[in-house]
T-cell receptor
C-alpha cells in the first residue's frame, strides 16, 4: 500500500530535550516536505526537499533541522524543543519537485507537546 | 506576500442543503490552486487541482471553480459523510516547491 509513515504519532517531551520525528514514504517520490498545523493558522511549511541531499527552508524553519540522506526518508529534528513548537506535524511527499498536479500525499500526523 | 484566506471558518448544513466554501488568494503568479479534504485525526487528502481562471473540476457532490482572485468549492446535496475540514492551497510560479495553505473550513453536515 502506498503510504507516508510518521513516527511517533504522539509525543510529550520537555524543553530542551532533542527529538526526531521520522518520515518514510514507499512511493519512490522525489519531493518531501514538513508542515506544522496550528489552530487558525493552517498548514505552514517548515522545510522541503527536492531530492536526496537537496533541502531548503519553508516559511517557518526556525528551531528545526532536516536531512535527506535516502530518497525514502526525511526526518525532522528538533535540537532544543521549546513550548512554541507544540503542534501537529505532517510529512508529505509528491512524485517530483515542482509537480504541477499539486497532489501531495500526507502522513497521519505527529502530535507533539513540549512542556 | 503570498497568502490564502478561507471562509467561513465553520459551516453547518442539513443533509441535502447545498452551499459553497470560499478560498481567496494572493500570489505573485498562480501555478496551481488545490483543494484537500482533512478528516479528524488524519492527514489531508487531495481532491482537485485548478490551473487557470474559468476552470472547473467535479467529483461526486463537489465542484471546484476558479477566478483570478478566488476559488469556490460547491457542495451539492451534501451527505453526513461529506463532513470534514476542507483546505485550499496555492503554488506560485516563482517557487513551485512551496505550497501556501489556508486555515480551512470545517463542514458539518447533519442528517
Amino acid at each position: 500500500e502506498a503510504q507516508v509513515t510518521q513516527n511517533p504519532r504522539y509525543l510529550i517531551t520537555v524543553t530542551g530535550k532533542k527529538l526526531t520525528v521520522t518520515c518514510s514514504q514507499n512511493m519512490n517520490h522525489e519531493y518531501m516536505s514538513w508542515y506544522r498545523q496550528d489552530p487558525g493558522l493552517g498548514l505552514r511549511q517548515i522545510y522541503y526537499s527536492m531530492n536526496v541531499e537537496v533541502t531548503d527552508k519553508g516559511d517557518v524553519p526556525e528551531g528545526y533541522k532536516v536531512s535527506r540522506k535516502e530518497k525514502r526518508n526525511f526526518p525532522l529534528i528538533l535540537e532544543s524543543p521549546s513550548p512554541n513548537q507544540t503542534s501537529l506535524y505532517f510529512c508529505a511527499s509528491s512524485l517530483r519537485a515542482g509537480d504541477r498536479t499539486g497532489e501531495l500525499f500526507f502522513g497521519e500526523g505527529s502530535r507533539l507537546t513540549v512542556l | 506576500e503570498d497568502q490564502v484566506t478561507q471562509s467561513p471558518e465553520a459551516l453547518r448544513l442539513q443533509e441535502g442543503e447545498s452551499s459553497s466554501l470560499n478560498c481567496s488568494y494572493t500570489v505573485s503568479g498562480l501555478r496551481g490552486l488545490f483543494w484537500y479534504r482533512q478528516d479528524p485525526g488524519k492527514g489531508p487528502e487531495f481532491l482537485f487541482t485548478l490551473y487557470s481562471a474559468g476552470e472547473e473540476k467535479e467529483k461526486e457532490r463537489l465542484k471546484a471553480t476558479l477566478t483570478k482572485k478566488e476559488s469556490f468549492l460547491h457542495i451539492t446535496a451534501p451527505k453526513p459523510e461529506d463532513s470534514a475540514t476542507y483546505l485550499c492551497a496555492v503554488q506560485a510560479i516563482d517557487n513551485f516547491n512551496k505550497f501556501y495553505f489556508g486555515s480551512g473550513t470545517k463542514l458539518n453536515v447533519k442528517p
